[in-house]
C-alpha cells in the first residue's frame, strides 16, 4: 500500500513564494509519475504540475513560468516538491499529491492548503 504526506502549504502574500513536498512510502513502488493538483473553493480539482519518470515535467499554463516540479526516488521513498514562485491569490486551494504506478495504482495524498492574500 502507498502512503503519501504532503507539507509545506500555507499562508503567503501575493508575489511570495512556497515549497510543497510529498513523501510516497510503499514497498515495492514501481513510479510512473507524480504530481500535483489543486482545488479551489468551489470549483473542480484541477492538474498542476507532473513530473514522469523523473524527468519529463509539464505544468498546467497558468504556472509554467511560476512553478517548477521536481523529484527523487531512492531507498523505497520518493519524493516530489513543486516550488511556487510570484504566488497570486488564484492559486489558492488545497494542494494535492498524486502518484501513478506501472501496476495502474493512482493514488491520492490528504492536500495540504495554499492561501495566497492579495
Known amino acids: 500500500q502507498v502512503q503519501l504526506v504532503e507539507s509545506g502549504g500555507g499562508l503567503v502574500e501575493a508575489g511570495g513564494s512556497l515549497r510543497l513536498s510529498c513523501t510516497a512510502s510503499?514497498?515495492?513502488?514501481?513510479?510512473?509519475?507524480m504530481a500535483w493538483h489543486r482545488q479551489a473553493p468551489g470549483k473542480q480539482r484541477e492538474f498542476v504540475a507532473s513530473?514522469?519518470?523523473?524527468?519529463?515535467?509539464?505544468?498546467t499554463r497558468s504556472v509554467r513560468d511560476r512553478f517548477t516540479i521536481s523529484s527523487e526516488n531512492a531507498n523505497s521513498k520518493a519524493t516530489v516538491w513543486l516550488q511556487m514562485n510570484s504566488l497570486k491569490p488564484e492559486d489558492t486551494g488545497v494542494y494535492f499529491c498524486?502518484?501513478?504506478?506501472?501496476?495502474?495504482?493512482?493514488?491520492w495524498g490528504q492536500g495540504t492548503q495554499v492561501t495566497v492574500g492579495s
Open positions: 510503499g514497498s515495492n513502488i514501481d513510479i510512473i509519475t
Open positions: 513530473i514522469t519518470h523523473g524527468i519529463i515535467a509539464n505544468y
Open positions: 498524486n502518484l501513478i504506478d506501472r501496476r495502474g495504482g493512482n493514488y
